[in-house]
């Protein structure tokens, strides 16, 4: 009889257990392709401006191999509907998540705006 409540106990607590092991396994997947996303952006961030050009990747994350693809476009900073020459927008996009920023191009001077 006491084996039987003790079964009856345990499986609902099992689940919870493993539902807690789901949710541990999800935010480990969400960590690995943020981090795959910061990872190649830093990679195009170090190219020189004149080869920041579009592309994509197969990236493996935990045995699951998928494409990264990202784009590195012209970009209309000031709103007037012509980009800048120097401007490009950079967005990766990985796993249905989307990593971007603007990078402008120096010119190889930098220095501090008066």
């Known amino acids: 009889m006491s084996a039987m409540i003790l079964g009856l106990v345990a499986i609902p607590l099992t689940e919870i257990f493993h539902s807690g092991l789901r949710t541990l396994d999800s935010r480990l997947d969400d960590y690995l392709i943020a981090s795959a996303l910061r990872s190649r952006m830093e990679l195009l961030l170090s190219r020189d401006f004149q080869y920041l050009t579009s592309g994509s990747v197969e990236v493996t994350v935990r045995n699951t191999t998928s494409w990264m693809s990202w784009t590195a ?17 950079i967005r990766i996009a990985f796993e249905g998540r989307i990593l971007s920023t603007i990078v402008t191009d120096h010119e190889g001077n930098v220095g501090k705006i008066p």
């Open 73 to 89: 476009n012209s970009y209309d900073l000031n709103g007037d509907s012509w980009p800048e020459s120097g401007v490009r927008q």
